[in-house]
């Protein structure tokens, strides 16, 4: 069995080559073509548009075929084995192409570029470049460095840098949904995971400038934003002008008023950081969506100190009260480890008990992974036996589909405003769209003018686990 569940969403680490709509119109301005692919987290794929941004300025045009490229880019993901590995084995494709064509650079960019550093250049002999996360302003450079035949490399990790004046292009966009980063790095040191590594200390962004991006977004026509960083609800960032903090929730406002068609969400919330002045705002613009990623990882007290999650199962618990008191139709999805160092069967139960409470609606599910040079692969043995970890996560996909069955079947017979992002994959006449909980909905197109970017209301009345079937009606009262 395989993660079903994990690598469809956020955390996909297959998904390959986006589209490259917005600018092969005015190709022929492009002297020279880039191809990337993006790996891993939501944030990845947000550096992207904004090494796009920087290729763009220098000339380079998008292609979504890398055979006629001149630059190749990956930026990767080091979140577990698995996704180093797709990496590598990409890596060997590219390989035979180069050969065709020596003149071709490859570039890795992202988290096993920072992971690995120069080390990339000797394990894989073909790779020209290697540039960290907060390294791309310095990709012309390197460029030109790689054209002469040097290999060029750049992994320095910064305090500063968030990229705030770079207006990203938008990759294989649906012109409706955007990801606008406002943090980077972590400063969390969950004792499991590489990212406090690769993406460094945590950083908040300007928040005018996050603001003028949505504004820009709304514009353009652009409907949903979502607000990434590895734990948005620490963002803090000091306005000088004013003389004033502005937290999350403060941000949050912001960029609801933006305009009130203009829907916003956000990711990834850390149980421990997200407050109730935030859950406050959210219920109090209904352009803020009702939905809340708030990964648990494990349901057990004693797993989840030596993860240094800092908080408890009963503590998370509470969290969830919290969210379905104030927002009482939220939505909650979780991410979750089975087979963390030392767990117990017990304590695997644990786990998922805490899912039948939380109800989640959906989850991205994984066992653990061992990742070199983290507190846990210093201080705990990976001792759950793969058989077992893949076992207990079998059941813990199990139980989140029963879960996500539930949850939609609750929703048969209600009525919810769809913010439609396109046709639906199965049939040109149905429209698919989302609720504010996250949930796809599709419906028929019947004889009206909608089109993506459109709101609909929509009535539910069939479902399965992923998908709420629907029909159109007027607006309710
Ligand atoms: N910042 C987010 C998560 C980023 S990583 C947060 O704090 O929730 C995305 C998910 O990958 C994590 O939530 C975790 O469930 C999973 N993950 C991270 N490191 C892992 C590892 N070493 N093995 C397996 N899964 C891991
Ligand atoms: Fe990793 Fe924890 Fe930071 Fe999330 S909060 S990125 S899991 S260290
Ligand atoms: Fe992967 Fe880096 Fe994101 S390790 S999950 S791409 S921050």
């Not at 937290?247 to 912001?254: Q, V, Y």
């Amino acid at each position: 069995m395989d993660m079903m569940l994990t690598d469809s969403k956020i955390h996909n680490e297959t998904r390959q080559g986006e589209a490259f709509a917005p600018f092969e119109q005015d190709s022929n301005i492009y002297t020279k073509r880039f191809y990337i692919e993006s790996y891993g987290c939501q944030m990845n794929f947000s550096d992207s548009e904004i090494v796009a941004s920087i290729l763009q300025n220098e000339g380079f045009g998008a292609t979504r075929n890398f055979e006629e490229a001149d630059l190749v880019l990956l930026n990767t993901c080091s979140i577990r084995e698995k996704a180093e590995q797709t990496v590598r084995k990409r890596l060997q494709a590219f390989r035979q192409v180069k050969q065709q064509r020596p003149g071709m650079l490859i570039g890795v960019l992202g988290c096993m570029a920072e992971r690995l550093k120069s080390k990339l250049l000797e394990e894989e002999k073909l790779v020209d470049m290697v540039v960290g996360p907060d390294a791309y302003r310095t990709l012309p450079g390197l460029i030109e460095e790689a054209e002469t035949g040097q290999k060029a490399v750049n992994v320095l990790l910064s305090r500063e840098e968030t990229y705030a004046d770079i207006s990203p292009v938008r990759l294989g966009s649906n012109g409706v949904t955007a990801f606008i980063s406002i943090m980077r790095g972590c400063n969390n040191m969950c004792s499991f995971c590489v990212v406090p590594f690769t993406r460094g200390r945590e950083r908040s962004r300007d928040a005018h400038s996050i603001i003028q991006e949505a504004r820009d977004l709304y514009e353009q026509g652009f409907r949903e934003v979502t607000l990434l960083g590895q734990n948005v609800d620490s963002y803090y960032w000091h306005d000088e002008n004013t003389n004033k903090p502005v937290t999350f929730a403060m941000l949050l406002e912001m960029v609801a008023l933006v305009h009130p068609n203009l829907r916003i969400r956000f990711s990834t919330s850390h149980p421990k950081d997200i407050t109730d002045d935030v859950l406050f705002t959210m219920a109090k613009y209904e352009n803020i969506c009702n939905y809340i990623h708030l990964p648990v990882q494990s349901g057990n007290t004693r797993i989840l100190q030596i993860m240094n999650r800092t908080y408890t199962r009963e503590w998370y618990m509470s969290k969830v009260d919290r969210i379905r008191e104030i927002i009482p139709d939220c939505g909650i999805s979780s991410d979750i480890i089975a087979g963390f160092c030392s767990e117990t069967e017990e304590e695997h139960q644990d786990t998922l008990s805490i899912m039948d409470y939380s109800r989640y609606d959906y989850s991205y599910m994984f066992f653990y992974s061992e990742r070199p040079g983290t507190l846990a692969a210093r201080r705990y043995p990976d001792d759950v036996p793969l058989d077992v970890k893949k076992r207990r996560l079998q059941e813990i996909v199990d139980k989140q589909y029963h879960l996500s069955l539930v949850s939609n079947q609750q929703d048969v017979g209600k009525t919810f405003k769809v913010l439609i992002e396109g046709e639906s994959k199965k049939s040109e006449d149905e429209w698919m769209g989302r609720n504010s909980q996250n949930k796809v909905i599709v419906f028929p197109k019947d004889n009206t003018n909608l089109q993506p970017g459109s709101y609909a209301w929509v009535k539910v009345h069939q479902c399965n686990k992923a998908t709420l079937i629907g029909t159109r009606i007027d607006q309710p009262e």
